[in-house]
C-alpha cells in the first residue's frame, strides 16, 4: 500500500494550535508516516480577501513544526501559484513521490464547500480524505453525489479506522479534535492588543510580533 502520507492545506494565516493538534491526531489515528501543511499562495476562494504574504504563513509554519517529527510545511503551492488548486497540488505531490499513499486533510468547513472546488468528485472519488470537524459546523455528506456518498465512512466519537476500511481510498469524518480556535478571532485579538498566548506556538505569537502581523485588521 506505500507510505502513508497526509497533505493538510490551508491559509494558516496563521497556523494556530487547532491545525497541529488536529495534525497529531491525524498522524496517529491513520498510521500516516509525515503530514506535510502546504500553505496556499492565493487560495482560489479568499481572491478577494486581505491575506498576509505566502512566505509569512510558510514561516510561521516551519517555527510551529520544528519541534513535531511527523510535521513539516511545503512550499509546493508557493513554487506554482499559478496553478493553485488542489487537485494540481495532489497531482505534483503523487508525482514526486510516487511510493506514497496520500491522505488528504480538510477542515469540516471546507468539506461543506467542496462541491464548489475544481474537480472536486475526482478528489473525493480517487484519493483518501479525513475530514476533521469544527466546533459550530456540522459535519455530514448530504451535499455529495449520490456515488460519493458510498465513500464516506463516518468516523465521528474518536474511532480509528479499521483496517479493511483502509483498503481503498474513501472518505472519513472524524471528530478527534474538539479544539475551538480560529485564525479569524486571533487575528483580530493581535489588531486590538490581546493576548493570543496558549491559542499558538510562543514562536509563532513571537514571529507575529516580530513582523507586525494583523496591525491592520479590522
Not at 488528504?104 to 470537524?133: K, N, P, Q, Y
Request: glycine share 8%.
Amino acid at each position: 500500500m506505500g507510505r502513508r502520507v497526509g497533505v493538510y492545506g490551508g491559509t494558516f494565516d496563521p497556523v494556530h494550535r487547532g491545525h497541529l493538534r488536529v495534525a497529531a491526531a491525524v498522524v496517529e489515528a491513520f498510521g500516516l508516516e509525515r503530514l506535510l501543511l502546504v500553505p496556499a499562495f492565493v487560495p482560489p476562494h479568499k481572491r478577494r480577501q486581505a491575506i498576509s504574504a505566502a512566505y509569512h504563513r510558510y514561516a510561521m509554519i516551519a517555527l510551529a513544526t520544528m519541534d513535531e517529527p511527523a510535521l513539516c510545511g511545503s512550499t509546493i503551492e508557493l513554487e506554482a501559484p499559478a496553478r493553485p488548486f488542489t487537485i494540481e497540488t495532489l497531482h505534483r505531490l503523487g508525482a514526486e513521490d510516487p511510493e506514497a499513499r496520500l491522505f488528504f486533510v480538510m477542515g469540516a468547513d471546507s468539506f461543506a464547500e467542496v462541491t464548489t472546488w475544481r474537480e472536486h468528485e475526482r478528489i473525493l472519488g480517487g484519493t483518501d480524505v479525513i475530514v476533521a470537524a469544527r466546533p459550530g459546523v456540522a459535519v455530514g455528506a448530504g451535499h455529495l453525489a449520490p456515488q460519493l456518498q458510498t465513500r464516506v465512512v463516518d468516523l465521528r466519537g474518536g474511532r480509528r479506522p479499521a483496517p479493511e476500511m483502509l483498503a481503498r481510498p474513501r472518505v472519513y469524518l472524524t471528530d478527534y479534535v474538539a479544539e475551538d480556535v480560529s485564525a479569524t478571532e486571533i487575528r483580530a485579538a493581535v489588531a486590538a492588543g490581546r493576548p493570543v498566548a496558549g491559542l499558538l506556538p510562543e514562536a509563532v505569537a513571537g514571529y507575529i510580533a516580530k513582523y507586525n502581523l494583523y496591525q491592520k485588521e479590522e
